[in-house]
Nanobody, 124 residues
Framework: QVQLVGSGGGLVQAGGSLRLSCAASGRTFSRNTMGWFRQAPGKEREFVAAINWSGDSTYYADSVKGRFTISRDNAKNTVYLQMNSLKPEDTAGYYC?????????????????WGQGTQVTVSS
């Protein structure tokens, strides 16, 4: 079983930056597609970014494209989300997730394991 621990959230002003980290354990980590999702209170969980097992393929939601960058370091069992030019609408709990098997990489239902979430708040 894959275990994920997310960290790095905080309070920033609009236009600022944060880097989220997701530390993973489990021998299958390097074979997992990893994703970041976010969820604001009362709203549905939303896809943010995904990266394949080798780190050579990434995919982003249109709302964050050009501002966020997902990366992974399999030697450190860690996935990152660099968030630049943050906007108030980026405010949400951010969750890293591991996808095993098929399904859409942008669909939360395709991901089997989830971190506890880290809060990102962007003030205006």
């Amino acid at each position: 079983q894959v275990q994920l621990v997310g960290s790095g959230g905080g309070l920033v002003q609009a236009g600022g930056s944060l880097r989220l980290s997701c530390a993973a354990s489990g021998r299958t980590f390097s074979r997992n597609t990893m994703g970041w999702f976010r969820q604001a209170p009362g709203k549905e969980r939303e896809f943010v970014a995904a990266i394949n097992w080798s780190g050579d393929s990434t995919y982003y939601a249109d709302s964050v494209k050009g501002r966020f960058t997902i990366s992974r370091d399999n030697a450190k069992n860690t996935v990152y989300l660099q968030m630049n030019s943050l906007k108030p609408e980026d405010t949400a709990g951010y969750y890293c997730a591991a996808r095993l098997g098929g399904g859409s990489q942008v669909d939360a239902r395709s991901y089997a394991y989830w971190g506890q979430g880290t809060q990102v708040t962007v003030s205006s």
